[in-house]
Each structure stands twice: as structure tokens, then as C-alpha cells.
């Protein structure tokens, strides 16, 4: 079933971009770059999913294992580039290789760019494209299937379309890169090191928000240290049309605030003074991903179905709980997050990537379960013999009225 329609979505995408090597330019990334009618009210339109990963349009030179996740996409030179992580199952493995592949259609068709193999576990690929060079960050982890064992953060840098440099560690310490934006013509990233999963040590995680005019050197936005201290990690960021910055954490491990999430701020003039606030919102938004269209700012992540995050022992623990991915809306006024609508997305899912395609139009990338057991918890689908599949789809703010 699921080979007919990846080959029927593959062809329809052929039909629309008229299959031609002419068909895809470079947008930008920023959304300083476009104007957006702000008095105007809109509704947003969501795609069907494209099959991708797996399809039988994907290069002869790749041959992806049943878990398929941790995806990042960018536009590069008047190409489409995707990159993912692909083991035996969703736990660390040697046998993890992170693959790269290009196209020139948006996708219909696939060309092979590289194959990663370190020996080790590699997750979290974030593409940086900046000053006409395109680079691949992840981070190496370890092999135990049941240890969080961050060891080095690496980079790829590509030399031109199809072949790239053997990889480097970027930084040689348990690093680990999650955001990376270019804004304002630099490139910005957030990352974290810490103690992480540990029943020994209370969860101690410094997060770094740096900044780079060059994509080679990074330096910390402000010459802060860090921008937040306790149990979060991933930390996704967006600028404000006002230059101040917004930011969704992910606090899984908890601290003084409690566990689920925050949502921080930071004015234009600080950029690295976050206010989090004092308590945390019980929700927790695994797998953050913020994008800006005109004033309002949104939030693609993982949703927990069945309850919040916490400590109520009434609640199934989060792992047997059933998931799936969303997108949501940032309201400012009440520093808050509005839940809009949920994405194709099941068991184990939800590591999304978006990218601006026009004024009004953006492309996400995003892994999940197969999608006909929708009751499927976490972790029975992260053992699962079927894997995980990987899909593109497009979403759309159209002007009412």
C-alpha cells in the first residue's frame, strides 16, 4: 500500500513542478526578506504529505534502514537539499549513517550528495548556507541502545553539488547543535551541553545562543555564557518584525520551574537576556521548530495526545502515550502557545524542518510512523519493525475575504 502511494505522490509532484531543472530557485530564509499585510486575516491550508523516504525515486546509491528521522532540509544554490538520519531502529547504533541528497525539482526526483558513517551514533543534521557554502552540523553519540552519550559536534562542508569534504569535529566536546538560522545576514544557532538523563546528578543544562558573519567561526551572542540554566535542552528561536527574539524549550528533565516547556523572550537590545518566566508549561513540545509569517510567530512540534507532562502519577508515563506532530501559534499578548491544528504524524514522530518557499508559502519536512495505527505509543513504535518514513508537504497562508 505504502509503495503505491509514494510512487503516486512522486509522479503528482513531477506533474506540478513540470519536472524541469529550471523550475527551482533560491528563496530566502528570512522573513525580513518579505513583506506580509499584517491588517490582513488569513487561514492556513496544509498539504497532504509526499512520501519520500522510503520511494522508489530516491538514488540508486541509497538504501535507507527502517527508522528514518531526524530530518533538515535547506535551499542552496537553486537546490533542494535534505538530510537524515537512517538505523536499524530509533536508538543509537554503529550502523547509523546520515544521508545527503539534492534535487532540482522540489522534489519529484533525487540526486545523491553523500553518505556519513562514522562508526558511532549521529543525530540532530542542521544545514547552515551562507556566503555561496553549503554545511552539514550533527552530533556523534554513542552506540549503547539504552545511553544519551553525546561525544562531539561535526560539520560537512560541501565542495560542489554531489561531492563534499570527509567530515570534521567542529567542536570536540558533548555539544549539541539544535537551531541554526541565517537572519539579519549572519548565521545564528542554539545549542546545549549539560547532564542529561542521569538518576544520579539533578538535570543541569546550560543553552548557548552564538552568532557567525562567516558560518565558520560562532561566538556567543553578547558574550553571555549561556542563556538559560536547568532541565531544558532543545531550543528552537525566531526573530520578532520587531528584531526581539522568541524561543521554545523543551524541558524534559524539570527543575525549580517544573517540567514541560517554556516559552522565553528577549528584546532586540538583549538578545541574550532570555525571560522563560518562573513556571513551566506542563505541555511538552518535543522537537521545537519556529517559523515567522508577517507578525505572528508558529511552532511545529511533537503533541502528547494523551496528557500533559509531569508528575501526576495518575497519567500513563509519557513513553506508553500515544503522539503525534502539530503545529501551533504563538499568542504574545498572554505568552502563551495556541494549538492550530495537528500534521500527518503517529508514534514516533515529529523532528519537523520548515523553510520559506514565497511570502505566503513555506516547505516542511517531517518523520513519523506509518500512519494506519494512530493509537500507537512512543515507545511500541520506536521498537517497531516498520520504521519510520520520511515526508515533505507544504503549508500555505491564504488571505481571507
Given at each position: 500500500?505504502?509503495?503505491s502511494i509514494?510512487?503516486?505522490?512522486?509522479l503528482l509532484?513531477?506533474?506540478?513542478?513540470?519536472c524541469?531543472s529550471?523550475?527551482?530557485?533560491?528563496?530566502?530564509?528570512?522573513?525580513n526578506?518579505y513583506?506580509?499585510d499584517?491588517?490582513?486575516?488569513?487561514t492556513?491550508e496544509?498539504?497532504?504529505p509526499r512520501w519520500?523516504?522510503?520511494s522508489?525515486?530516491?538514488?540508486?546509491e541509497?538504501?535507507p534502514?527502517?527508522?528514518?528521522?531526524?530530518?533538515?532540509i535547506?535551499?542552496h544554490?537553486?537546490?533542494l537539499?535534505?538530510?537524515?538520519r537512517s538505523a536499524?531502529?530509533?536508538f543509537?547504533?554503529?550502523?547509523?549513517i546520515?544521508w545527503?541528497?539534492?534535487?532540482?525539482?522540489?522534489?519529484?526526483?533525487?540526486?545523491?550528495?553523500?553518505?556519513?558513517h562514522?562508526?558511532?551514533d549521529?543525530?540532530e543534521?542542521r544545514?547552515l548556507s551562507?556566503n555561496?557554502?553549503l554545511q552539514?552540523?550533527f552530533f556523534?553519540g554513542?552506540?549503547?541502545?539504552l545511553a544519551?552519550e553525546?561525544?562531539?559536534?561535526?560539520?560537512?562542508t560541501?565542495k560542489?553539488?554531489?561531492?563534499?569534504?570527509?567530515?570534521e569535529i567542529f567542536?570536540?566536546?558533548?555539544e549539541?547543535?539544535w537551531?541554526?538560522?541565517?537572519?539579519?545576514?549572519k548565521a545564528y544557532m542554539t545549542s546545549?551541553a549539560g547532564i542529561l538523563?542521569?538518576?544520579?546528578q539533578?538535570p543541569?543544562?546550560?543553552?548557548?545562543?552564538k552568532?557567525s558573519?562567516?558560518?565558520?567561526?560562532?561566538?556567543?551572542?553578547e558574550?553571555?555564557?549561556?542563556?538559560?540554566?536547568?532541565g531544558?535542552s532543545?531550543?528552537a528561536?525566531?526573530?520578532?518584525?520587531?528584531?526581539?527574539?522568541?524561543a521554545?524549550?523543551r524541558n524534559?528533565?524539570?527543575?525549580?520551574?517544573g517540567?514541560?516547556?517554556h516559552?522565553c523572550?528577549?528584546?532586540?537590545g538583549s538578545?541574550?537576556?532570555?525571560?522563560c518566566g518562573?513556571?513551566?508549561?506542563p505541555n511538552?513540545y518535543d522537537?521545537p521548530e519556529?517559523?515567522?509569517?508577517?507578525?505572528?510567530i508558529?511552532?511545529?512540534?511533537?503533541?502528547?495526545?494523551d496528557?500533559i507532562?509531569?508528575?501526576?502519577e495518575?497519567?500513563?508515563?509519557y513513553?506508553?502515550?500515544?503522539?503525534t506532530?502539530?503545529?501551533y501559534?504563538?499568542n504574545?499578548?498572554?505568552?502563551?502557545?495556541?494549538h492550530l491544528?495537528?500534521l500527518?504524524?503517529?508514534?514516533?514522530t515529529?523532528?519537523p524542518?520548515?523553510?520559506?518557499?514565497?511570502a505566503h508559502?513555506?516547505?516542511l519536512?517531517?518523520?513519523?510512523s506509518?500512519?494506519d495505527d494512530p493509537?500507537?505509543s512512543w515507545i511500541?513504535?520506536?521498537t517497531?519493525a516498520?520504521?519510520?518514513l520520511l515526508?515533505l508537504?507544504?503549508?500555505?497562508f491564504v488571505?481571507?475575504?
Amino acid at each position: 500500500m505504502f509503495r503505491s502511494i509514494f510512487i503516486c505522490s512522486a509522479l503528482l509532484l513531477c506533474i506540478l513542478s513540470a519536472c524541469s531543472s529550471d523550475s527551482l530557485t533560491t528563496p530566502s530564509d528570512d522573513p525580513n526578506d518579505y513583506q506580509v499585510d499584517a491588517s490582513i486575516e488569513y487561514t492556513l491550508e496544509i498539504s497532504e504529505p509526499r512520501w519520500i523516504v522510503p520511494s522508489a525515486f530516491l538514488p540508486e546509491e541509497m538504501t535507507p534502514s527502517a527508522s528514518n528521522n531526524n530530518v533538515d532540509i535547506v535551499f542552496h544554490d537553486k537546490r533542494l537539499y535534505m538530510a537524515w538520519r537512517s538505523a536499524p531502529t530509533h536508538f543509537a547504533s554503529s550502523q547509523t549513517i546520515m544521508w545527503v541528497m539534492s534535487s532540482n525539482d522540489m522534489g519529484a526526483t533525487w540526486d545523491f550528495e553523500t553518505k556519513i558513517h562514522i562508526g558511532s551514533d549521529m543525530r540532530e543534521p542542521r544545514f547552515l548556507s551562507l556566503n555561496n557554502t553549503l554545511q552539514l552540523f550533527f552530533f556523534e553519540g554513542g552506540v549503547d541502545p539504552l545511553a544519551f552519550e553525546p561525544k562531539a559536534f561535526w560539520r560537512c562542508t560541501q565542495k560542489k553539488s554531489g561531492q563534499w569534504q570527509e567530515p570534521e569535529i567542529f567542536i570536540n566536546e558533548g555539544e549539541i547543535p539544535w537551531d541554526i538560522k541565517v537572519r539579519y545576514g549572519k548565521a545564528y544557532m542554539t545549542s546545549y551541553a549539560g547532564i542529561l538523563y542521569s538518576s544520579e546528578q539533578e538535570p543541569y543544562v546550560e543553552i548557548f545562543f552564538k552568532e557567525s558573519d562567516d558560518g565558520q567561526t560562532f561566538h556567543n551572542v553578547e558574550d553571555a555564557d549561556f542563556v538559560h540554566a536547568g532541565g531544558s535542552s532543545e531550543a528552537a528561536f525566531e526573530f520578532d518584525s520587531d528584531g526581539s527574539l522568541w524561543a521554545v524549550l523543551r524541558n524534559q528533565e524539570g527543575d525549580a520551574s517544573g517540567k514541560g516547556s517554556h516559552l522565553c523572550h528577549a528584546s532586540a537590545g538583549s538578545l541574550s537576556q532570555w525571560d522563560c518566566g518562573d513556571t513551566a508549561d506542563p505541555n511538552r513540545y518535543d522537537s521545537p521548530e519556529l517559523f515567522r509569517h508577517g507578525d505572528d510567530i508558529y511552532l511545529v512540534a511533537r503533541r502528547d495526545i494523551d496528557g500533559i507532562y509531569g508528575n501526576d502519577e495518575s497519567q500513563l508515563p509519557y513513553s506508553l502515550r500515544a503522539k503525534t506532530s502539530a503545529i501551533y501559534k504563538i499568542n504574545k499578548a498572554e505568552r502563551r502557545l495556541e494549538h492550530l491544528q495537528d500534521l500527518p504524524g503517529a508514534g514516533d514522530t515529529a523532528f519537523p524542518s520548515v523553510r520559506r518557499t514565497g511570502a505566503h508559502t513555506f516547505l516542511l519536512a517531517n518523520y513519523t510512523s506509518p500512519l494506519d495505527d494512530p493509537d500507537i505509543s512512543w515507545i511500541e513504535a520506536q521498537t517497531s519493525a516498520q520504521g519510520t518514513l520520511l515526508y515533505l508537504l507544504d503549508i500555505e497562508f491564504v488571505p481571507e475575504g
